[in-house]
T-cell receptor, first 112, second 116 residues
Framework: QKEVEQNSGPLSVPEGAIASLNCTYS??????FFWYRQYSGKSPELIMF????GDKEDGRFTAQLNKASQYVSLLIRDSQPSDSATYLC????????????FGPGTSLSVIP | ETGVTQTPRHLVMGMTNKKSLKCEQH?????MYWYKQSAKKPLELMFV???????ENNSVPSRFSPECPNSSHLFLHLHTLQPEDSALYLC???????????????FGEGSRLTVL
């Protein structure tokens, strides 16, 4: 089983819609979860982090965490063409806090 | 300069060459990372240094040799590479595990390596 899994996409949504991105992880001891955005030809940049079960909202972004199901998601409301990018889920190892493991990423395309 | 700076941005080398990638961070962070990003594959963690000490080596072949002389600088020495090593090598830094602060990674722009 891969450590962090995501649907590779591409996920296409119309402008103004909600984009839903999903991630599962295998390490039950993981406590910290991140969503990074990577534009084509650019480096990843952090958009959200979440540590506790439940929802965390920041502007148009909502991260959701369910540790029992080992599942973390990212919702993007009112999607804009500028949101078109690859979204990377990252998980901190439960045994080695220096180990930041990334999923393969989901490519999102927001259609005007 | 601010943030994380990587040099060179592009590197072409033969399989018998020896070259080095350099990373410098100006963020006052304690931890530095090397990741490899290949097409269609996840970001692969290679090495982690925390307060200049190597804390992770993710089963990386010995033809990749990291060096961290201080908390601001990180090198990746390359020798006798293979064509499959061609990839984007990303350096990142963070506050690190010792502070208990967010583990947000700040990435450099990457070094695009092509091995002929």
């Amino acid at each position: 089983q891969k450590e962090v899994e995501q649907n590779s996409g591409p996920l296409s949504v119309p402008e103004g819609a909600i984009a839903s991105l999903n991630c599962t992880y295998s390490d039950r001891g993981s406590q910290s979860f991140f969503w990074y955005r990577q534009y084509s030809g650019k480096s990843p940049e952090l958009i959200m982090f979440i540590y506790s079960n439940g929802d965390k909202e920041d502007g148009r972004f909502t991260a959701q965490l369910n540790k029992a199901s080992q599942y973390v998601s990212l919702l993007i409301r009112d999607s804009q063409p500028s949101d078109s990018a690859t979204y990377l889920c990252a998980v901190i190892s439960g045994t080695s806090y220096d180990k930041v493991i990334f999923g393969p990423g989901t490519s999102l395309s927001v259609i005007p | 300069e601010t943030g994380v700076t990587q040099t060179p941005r592009h590197l072409v080398m033969g399989m018998t060459n020896k070259k080095s990638l350099k990373c410098e961070q100006h963020l006052g962070h304690n931890a530095m990372y090397w990741y490899k990003q290949s097409a269609k594959k996840p970001l692969e963690l290679m090495f982690v240094y925390n307060f200049k000490e190597q804390t992770e080596n993710n089963s990386v072949p010995s033809r990749f040799s990291p060096e961290c002389p201080n908390s601001s600088h990180l090198f990746l020495h390359l020798h006798t590479l293979q064509p499959e090593d061609s990839a984007l090598y990303l350096c990142a830094s963070s506050h690190g595990a010792s502070t208990g602060v967010s583990w947000e990674l700040f990435f450099g722009e990457g070094s695009r390596l092509t091995v002929l």
